[in-house]
């Protein structure tokens, strides 16, 4: 679907109340979601700022569902961006990497129409040496009857049939990255403002540039086809670089905007991959094939796949098309770890 010509500067406002005049029987359910992500993203933003003086870093002393350690930030956002959504009437629930269960919306607010993904504060482990962090979201349309309470079969289902992704990046500045009807945007925070403005309209990922990100540590415990491929992009004609900031918001962003391909491949001891299907691969993996980009498990089109458990993991290799058909090609012939 086209949409609406909006030239740079526009506010993420402006954007989501004028794409909503390109859908005939919009409500404005979908427009009031988006502005409770915007909230949460603007207050997520301004903590993390100043986290060194705010004694927000640091761990909590507890650990999530995944049995890594909470960082206080991490706990901090989770609260924030489920506050932000859950009274608003737009969402009837929400999965995050920090919640155990489903978070249900309360009974009022059943009417909600979005179920809603989210990874709070991804790249945690990099909050006390101040590098780029993120929050990831995705939003299916529900299937279970408006005024109802949500179903776990309302979000374990494909990537494929999600309607909206995108993520709010915290690095020198702070974007709100966003793929609706076909098109990625990205829209950078003024925070003397408190606004988004549009300053990356339909974002194309490169399709010609050689880089590669991948954590080179484990190295022994790849596959031959990881192997063979990064074997391929450090031969001196292929004129690759290679960058790995360890916090896939990050690395997912400069290959959005400059071309690239990262891979975080399953290993004998990680046979499910480490990263997590419903609110990791599954938002990106929307986000970069609405850019022209792909994204596969080794072996499978991501948004192809359906989670069997809320916090189900899955290899990734995303970005530029050539690179993860490449990258694929050579995966797809090891045998399965799981
Ligand atoms: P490794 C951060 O902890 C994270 O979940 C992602 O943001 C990042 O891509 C990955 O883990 C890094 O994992 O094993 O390379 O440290």
Known sequence: MSQPQFEEGTTLDRFILESRMAHPGATGVYVNLIKGIELAGKMISSRVNK???????????????????????DVYANNVFISSLEHRGAACMIVSEESDGVVRVGEQWHSGRYVVTVDPLDGSSNIDVNATIGTIFGIYRRLSEEGTPAQDSDVLRPGYEMVSAGYII?????????????????????????????????????????????????????QPGVKSFIEEMQKPERKASARYIGSLVADFHRNLLKGGVFLYPATAKNPEGKLRLLYEAFPLGYIIEAAGGAATNGRKRILDLTPD????????????KALVAEATELMSQDPALA
């Open 51 to 73: 986290a060194g003086l705010a004694g927000m870093l640091g761990a909590v002393g507890n650990v999530n569902v995944q049995g890594e350690e909470q960082q206080k930030l």
């Open 170 to 222: 915290y690095g020198a500045g702070t974007m709100l990255v966003l793929a609706s009807d076909g098109v990625v945007n990205g829209f950078t925070l003024d925070p003397a403002v408190g606004e988004f403005f549009l300053s990356h309209p339909d974002i194309q990922v490169p399709n010609d540039k050689v880089m590669y990100s991948i954590n080179d540590a484990y190295a022994q415990a790849w």
């Open 309 to 320: 458990a809320l916090h189900a993991r899955t290899p990734l290799v995303i970005g530029s």
